[in-house]
């Protein structure tokens, strides 16, 4: 059985070719994205590995499946880059690996998070060049502030246990069930005006979908606590950039972390130190001195890496044998 990874590093193809030990599939390693250009590349291939920035729209799936391709096989938890309905018509199953290590993505929030508060990219550029005081570094006791959770999956739920710990008050939103973890830490459900307006800190944990697309625009920074602080590790999808500027400009947010990016295709995952910034949001986020912009890295652990490879090639494998597994649709 032929596969071929689109987008793939050096990274992907150590931990995939070690996880591949045990199924022995041809892995083919491509690192440029996959889209309508390229997708002629996997001509031949009866599995295709895309990424979180990979194109994999109606035009391409009508590709791949013309080459002879009949699954796909995403090494992400997201899927919102995939025409489900058009991966439905052609008969194509698409499986996902639903989570693959929930602890990197919220102990990267919680970095952030510390970074932020404490001022410690600027306190490190500082001693590095001599400079040992501290004006302008003061920060806050996390301890006794509020925290919001937007959003209590498997990551959310890590993360707010996490906070909970630094003795935080925890506020929750989610449509879907409760955590009892949460609710046994005294975690509380409100409703997502009220989180926006009692929280400290706002950390987003949910899935891009049409009903959360945007959920952080304009209006919904303007309800949020003056100076509070807000946190993306979620999809770039849930942010709407171009409100940021005027919200960090004005003050009203005081401190902004993002691990994820709208526009982010193209620009992360790639080396563009040599270039110029060709998008005019993300540069100026990046000038402001309260802004750290991290490459959709929260994931990118060890474990979480061989977590990755492991359930794909599962996932592979179960849909071989007629069992596919971790499977999404249009209706998801």
């Not at 979480?304 to 490879?309: K, L, Q, S, T, V």
């Amino acid at each position: 059985m032929r596969m071929i990874l689109f987008s793939s590093r050096q990274y992907d193809s150590d931990t995939f070719t070690e996880a591949n030990a045990a199924y022995d599939y041809e892995l083919h390693f491509q690192e440029s994205n996959l889209d309508s250009e390229t997708a002629v590349l996997a001509q031949g291939y009866e599995v295709v590995c895309p990424f979180v920035n990979d194109n994999v729209d109606a035009t391409v799936l009508e590709q791949l499946h013309a080459g002879g391709t009949r699954m796909i096989a995403l090494r992400s938890a997201g899927f919102n880059h995939v025409d489900l309905a058009a991966a439905a018509r052609l008969g194509m199953p698409v499986a996902r690996v639903p989570a693959y290590s929930p602890h990197a993505v919220a102990e990267h929030a919680v970095g952030l998070i510390l970074a932020l508060n404490r001022h410690l990219p600027r306190a490190f550029a500082r001693t590095r060049e001599g400079d040992f005081s501290l004006n302008g570094l003061l920060g806050f006791d996390l301890y006794g502030k509020t925290v919001g959770v937007i959003g209590t999956g498997m990551i959310g739920r890590v993360f707010g246990r996490i906070m909970a710990g630094f003795g935080m008050q925890v506020l929750a939103h989610d449509p879907g069930p409760h955590a009892d973890d949460l609710l046994a830490l005294g975690a509380r459900y409100v409703p997502l005006d009220t989180l926006l307006a009692e929280s400290d800190i706002v950390s987003l944990h949910c899935p891009l979908l049409p009903a959360t697309y945007h959920l952080i625009d304009g209006p919904a920074l303007a309800k949020m606590k003056r100076g509070a602080m807000l946190i993306n590790t979620g999809r770039g999808g849930l942010v709407e950039a171009n409100a940021l500027i005027g919200a960090l400009k004005s003050g009203q947010l005081g401190h902004l972390g993002l691990d994820v990016y709208e526009e982010e295709g193209g620009i992360f995952f790639e080396d563009h130190s040599n270039l110029p910034l060709q998008d005019d949001v993300l540069a100026r986020l990046l000038m402001f001195p309260n802004v750290i912009v991290t490459a959709h890295q929260a994931f990118f652990t060890r474990e979480a890496m061989n977590e990755i490879a492991q359930t794909t090639l599962d996932n592979v494998a179960a849909w071989q044998a007629g069992t596919p597994r971790n499977t999404v649709s249009a209706a998801t």
